[in-house]
Structure formats: structure tokens, C-alpha cells
């Protein structure tokens, strides 16, 4: 991890599926999304994070450092790899969503 201590617990259901959790360190805290939304009429609000949302907003942190002084190399690399993965977690959910089973924890 960084240079601040981070405690985090990741919680599963009596399936062994995620179940929420949380992170939090210096000046964050963050409560992970707690069961599938579901899907049609069983569909439910979010009760918490999503990792491709706490990615994006760590990408974003970048890109404002890319604007100014602190432009590197090392922050466009990290910014590359924080892209990619954010891209493949958006694939990951069209596919789910293309076989019917985005919102459950069927596979």
C-alpha cells in the first residue's frame, strides 16, 4: 500500500459471493456494494462503492496531475494501466450484460 496505514475487510455471503466491506485510511472511507442490484423489477438502488467507480476517480487524480507541474512519465504510465483496467471491467459488464446475468451473482 501507500506510505498511510489502510485497514479494509472484504465480506462474503453464506455463498462465498461478495458481500461489501469497506477501506478507509487518511482522509477516505470507503463502504463497498453490499449484494447484486438485481435485475427488471427486482432491481435495487446501490448501497455502496464500485471499483470501477473509486478507479475512475483515482484516474481522474491523475489526469489533474498531468495538467500541471507534477506531469511525468510514471503518471502517464499509471494512468495507461488505470484506463486499461477500468476498460476491462466495462467489457466484463457488457458481457454480463449480453448473456442476462449483469445484477445477480450467476456467472
Known sequence: ?????????????????????????????????????????????PNGAFVEDVMEICAERIRFYQKG?????????ALTRLETAILWLKKRTRDREARGVEGTHEL
Open 1 to 45: 500500500m501507500g506510505s498511510q496505514p489502510v485497514s479494509f475487510r472484504n465480506d462474503v455471503d453464506e455463498n462465498g459471493n461478495p458481500a461489501g466491506g469497506y477501506a478507509s485510511g487518511n482522509g477516505f472511507s470507503i463502504t463497498w456494494q453490499n449484494g447484486p442490484l438485481g435485475r427488471g423489477e427486482d432491481s435495487k438502488e
Open 69 to 77: 507541474k507534477f506531469m511525468c512519465r510514471e503518471n502517464a504510465i
